[in-house]
Nanobody, 126 residues
Framework: VQLQASGGGLVQAGGSLRLSCAAS????????VAWFRQAPGKEREFVSA????????YYADSVKGRFTISRDNAKNAVYLQMNSLKPEDTAVYYC????????????????????WGQGTQVTVSS
């Protein structure tokens, strides 16, 4: 499955962006999907994840209360609504899908995701 992340851009602190992750090649409606981010000189870090049916969502402490992950399996898409953005949210954001279908949960570990999108840049100015 190929993933395409979009929706990044430049925004002022306190602003909002909505990232989208679309799948092509085949559906990812039976797979957990996560968002990770990577800032220059730093390791890729977990941001948020959603179970295959949307039943459970997970967030890093740094984004809890500000970001919301959702999915529309009919459209084969996952979204990340980012509000109250801070300069420290600046990074390339990647969406990733777990290879295990119908997994009852969603991992926060990079190594648990087999399919990755190309990333979209989010820049938050102070």
């Amino acid at each position: 499955v190929q993933l395409q992340a979009s929706g990044g851009g430049l925004v002022q602190a306190g602003g909002s962006l909505r990232l989208s992750c679309a799948a092509s090649g085949r559906t990812f409606s039976s797979n957990a999907v996560a968002w990770f981010r990577q800032a220059p000189g730093k390791e890729r870090e977990f941001v948020s994840a959603i179970m295959w049916n949307g039943g459970s969502t997970y967030y890093a402490d740094s984004v809890k209360g500000r970001f919301t992950i959702s999915r529309d399996n009919a459209k084969n898409a996952v979204y990340l609504q980012m509000n109250s953005l801070k300069p420290e949210d600046t990074a390339v954001y990647y969406c990733a899908a777990n290879a295990m279908a119908y997994y009852t949960g969603a991992s926060s570990r990079v190594k648990d995701y087999a399919y990755w999108g190309q990333g979209t840049q989010v820049t938050v100015s102070s």
